[in-house]
C-alpha cells in the first residue's frame, strides 16, 4: 500500500500533541518554525489510537513556503498532502486520498475539498482535470502530490506567510509551474477535512500591502497574463474590498507589486 505523509509547517509549537486537535492519524512531517534546530523520528499513539510515525523538525528558519519545500525534502512518503494549523481531518482521509491516485495512475497533483465558511461546497460537483484558471481557486491545503512528481518543483520562498516580502499565493504559484512543466492536476470533490474558525496567520485586511502581494503573486505566476489576472481581480472582488481601498488605489498598488517582483526577479 502507498504511504501517505501530512506535511505540517507551524510557528512554535509546544509539543506533538497539537497534531491530535487536527485529527491527523496517520503519518506526518511537522516542521516547527521555533528558536532550535533539531530532528527527530517519533513513533506514537495518534487520537484515534492507531501507530503513528512522525517526523519532527524544529528549524530556527523562517517563512511558510520554506518551511514546505524543507518538509517535501524530509518525506519518504509516496503521497503527500499540505496541512495547515486550522484544518481538522475526517476520519477516513488517508484512505480517500490513496484512494483517488489509485483511481488516477496518470495524476500528479490531487486538489481535495475542504469545507470552509466561505466554500460551504466543493468548486465543482464532479471530478474534473485543472488549468490556468481554476487553480486560481485553490487553497494550500487541498493540495496532495506524489512526491517523485514534484522533485523538480519549489514553493516561491519570497511569497506565503513569514517570507518578509509577498504574504500570500505561494500555492497558486506552485499550480503554475506545475501546468507549466506539463503536471496533470486533477480536482475531485472529495470532502476530505474542515476549516477550524480561527484568526488567519496572514490576512488582516484589504490593505496597500495585501495587494502589492497579489500583484506580485500574479507576476510570479505569469508576467504575460498578469495585466488580465490583476484587472479581474480589482473588479471580481470589489465588493469585499470596497469598504478598505478604492478600485484605483487597489489596482495602483497590485502593479506596484508587480513592477517590484518584475524588477527584482
Known amino acids: ?21 487536527l485529527k491527523i492519524t496517520g503519518n506526518a512531517v511537522v516542521i516547527n518554525q521555533c528558536d532550535s534546530d533539531s530532528e527527530e523520528n517519533i513513533s506514537r499513539r495518534s487520537v484515534n489510537g492507531s501507530d503513528q510515525a512522525v517526523k519532527y523538525v524544529k528549524t530556527t528558519t523562517r517563512g511558510l513556503s520554506r518551511s ?15 496541512c495547515d494549523n486550522d484544518v481538522v481531518y475526517v476520519d477516513d482521509y488517508e484512505k480517500l486520498i490513496l484512494e483517488e491516485f489509485e483511481k488516477r ?78 503536471k496533470n492536476i486533477y480536482y475531485v470533490p472529495t470532502k ?15 490593505d496597500e500591502k495585501f495587494f502589492i502581494s497579489r500583484g506580485a503573486n500574479y507576476a510570479a505566476m505569469s508576467k504575460g497574463w498578469s495585466h488580465l489576472l490583476i484587472w479581474q481581480f480589482a473588479l471580481r472582488k470589489k465588493n469585499l474590498y470596497k469598504e478598505n481601498i478604492t478600485m484605483i488605489q487597489a489596482l495602483k498598488a497590485m502593479y506596484k507589486g508587480r513592477r517590484e517582483f518584475c524588477t527584482y526577479e
Open 1 to 21: 500500500m502507498k504511504k501517505l505523509d501530512v506535511l505540517l509547517s507551524i510557528l512554535k509549537m509546544d509539543d506533538l500533541n497539537y497534531i491530535d486537535s
Open 68 to 82: 514546505r519545500n524543507l518538509a517535501i525534502s524530509e518525506s519518504d512518503a509516496d503521497i503527500c498532502i499540505l
Open 105 to 182: 495512475p496518470d495524476a500528479d497533483i490531487i486538489v481535495f475539498y475542504i469545507k470552509r465558511k466561505e466554500k460551504p461546497v466543493p468548486n465543482y460537483a464532479t471530478a474534473r482535470k485543472m488549468d490556468y484558471l481554476s487553480v486560481l481557486k485553490i487553497f494550500s491545503p487541498e493540495i496532495a502530490f506524489r512526491r517523485e512528481s514534484v522533485k523538480d518543483l519549489k514553493f516561491n520562498e519570497d511569497f506565503g506567510a513569514g517570507s518578509g516580502k509577498y504574504i500570500m499565493g505561494e500555492e497558486n504559484i506552485f499550480l503554475y509551474d506545475a501546468l507549466k512543466k506539463k
Open 192 to 206: 476530505i477535512a474542515e476549516l477550524k474558525e480561527v484568526q488567519s496567520t496572514w490576512f488582516s485586511e484589504y
